[in-house]
């Protein structure tokens, strides 16, 4: 299948409100190259990089990149997804200018092209991401998640899913009952899994999505504590729960609250990442003002995740 790519050079506090436009034409995911967090992973030695070239973007800018299906509707969201742009531009006065640009690949010439950037990387006390395809020397305590992202795009170590992985391992209690709303490639879904939940239902509205959920799922042999559903966030949902994790952005968060704060009952936690710093403030108000009380802000640079407990 041949795809449109479409790679937007923007401030790194912008990342949110592309994510929603992306969302709004039907952009199948969305890649976040950011040259300081791949600067920093090299230096840190995390990434065997022989092959990683640090993205050539201004100091301060991400490049984004999602992917159009070249079909009968590609012109129609091409014209879409620039007018959604503009009117965007039009409502920050002009201050946040972008650049795009777009290129023709095929799936499976892009399935090889992003490999040299996703090696196996121990994200928690326990869990260890590593790719399907790659050698990884265990040690007694490690969890191991084997990832193919395919077009679903999650690898698991952005910052957002590391916290979110991470708040698991502190929070997931043997036989937790846990909900993970968009679920991407289903890695927190099967870091949940391995780290003791009794059930755990990944939701995604995307079908590429679930497809490659239920994928991974099954490589890591948790499918009979994993279901996989394709759902409108919790629209529908009424399965009782212990923890709801949702990495998503900080307006789908906020939209979420009040279905969040009606499926959970007093006591239980929802765990909230994709969360940019500067809209750190408006998700808590958010779920606050839908009945949560904040247990733990996490930050990891631009990046933050709330632990929230519902009064």
């Avoid at 929603?20 to 199948?28: C, L, P, S």
């Avoid at 059930?199 to 995604?204: F, I, K, N, T």
């Avoid at 919790?234 to 998503?248: F, Y």
Wanted: glycine share 6%.
């Amino acid at each position: 299948m041949k795809w449109r790519e479409i790679a937007i050079t923007t401030r790194q506090e912008n990342a949110d409100a592309m994510a929603e436009i992306f969302e709004t034409v039907g952009a199948m995911g969305m890649v976040i190259e950011d040259p300081q967090l791949i600067a920093d992973y090299i230096d840190s030695n995390v990434w065997d990089h022989h092959n990683v070239e640090i993205p050539d973007v201004p100091k301060g800018m991400i490049r984004l990149k999602v992917y159009l299906p070249v079909d009968e509707r590609i012109e129609e969201r091409l014209n879409l997804l620039q007018e959604e742009l503009s009117a965007w531009e039009r409502s920050q006065d002009g201050s946040s200018a972008h650049a795009w640009t777009m290129n023709d690949i095929l799936e499976e010439d892009w399935a090889h092209a992003w490999k040299a950037f996703f090696k196996p990387e121990k994200v928690g006390r326990q869990i260890v991401i590593r790719p399907s395809w790659e050698p990884y020397d265990a040690s007694a305590d490690d969890l191991i998640i084997s990832i193919d992202p395919g077009m679903a795009f999650g690898t698991g170590t952005h910052p957002t899913t590391v916290m979110c992985i991470r708040a698991l391992e502190d929070y997931i209690f043997p036989g937790s009952q846990v909900i993970d709303v968009g679920t991407g490639s289903g890695v927190l879904s099967i870091a949940s899994a391995l780290l003791g939940a009794g059930r755990v239902l990944a939701l995604d509205n995307d079908l590429v999505a679930v497809n490659s959920a239920r994928e991974n799922i099954e490589l890591n042999h948790v499918d009979s504590v994993v279901e996989v559903r394709q759902n409108d966030l919790l629209a529908g949902i009424q399965e009782p729960v212990d923890i709801l994790v949702a990495n998503i952005v900080a307006d789908v968060i906020i939209r979420l609250s009040p279905q969040a704060a009606e499926l959970l009952e007093s006591g239980k936690l929802m765990l909230a990442s994709g969360i940019i710093q500067n809209r750190l403030d408006d998700v808590v108000d958010a779920l606050t003002a839908n009945g949560f009380v904040i247990e733990e802000l996490i930050s990891h640079g631009e990046w933050a995740a709330v632990v929230a407990r519902k009064e």
